[in-house]
């Protein structure tokens, strides 16, 4: 499986940033997916999740803010996230939700908010 993030930049206190990760390699739309998220010194942390039926879930630090999607004809996640602050500063990660799955990560992208 290849795992491919985008998206992140540096952005102010309050903005929005979309991300996208996309998959290749597996069958996509039979598997929840994952974003994780890595502060420096931090351990990795997951983010949010969302199942093969589209039902979500959220770190309670970031809901009512981040919103996860997926298009499977796209094999592609998103994860949209408005009112950032600068505790959401990480790099960012999608991962599948299997365990035979569960050592495929990619380069991750890297979001910063400014205060």
């Known amino acids: 499986v290849q795992l491919v993030e985008s998206g992140g930049g540096l952005v102010q206190a309050g903005g929005s940033l979309r991300l996208s990760c996309a998959a290749s390699?597996?069958?996509?739309?039979?598997?929840?997916m994952m974003w994780y998220r890595q502060a420096p010194g931090k351990q990795r942390e997951l983010v949010a999740s969302?199942?093969?039926?589209?039902?979500?879930n959220y770190a309670d630090s970031v809901k009512g803010r981040f919103t996860i999607s997926r298009d499977n004809a796209k094999n592609t996640v998103y994860l949209q996230m408005n009112s950032l602050k600068p505790e959401d500063t990480a790099v960012y990660y999608c991962?599948?939700?299997?365990?035979?799955?569960?050592?495929?990560w990619g380069q991750g992208t890297q979001v910063t908010v400014s205060s």
């Open positions: 991962n599948v939700g299997s365990a035979y799955y569960s050592d495929a």
């Open positions: 969302i199942t093969s039926g589209k039902n979500t």
């Open positions: 390699g597996v069958r996509f739309s039979m598997y929840a």
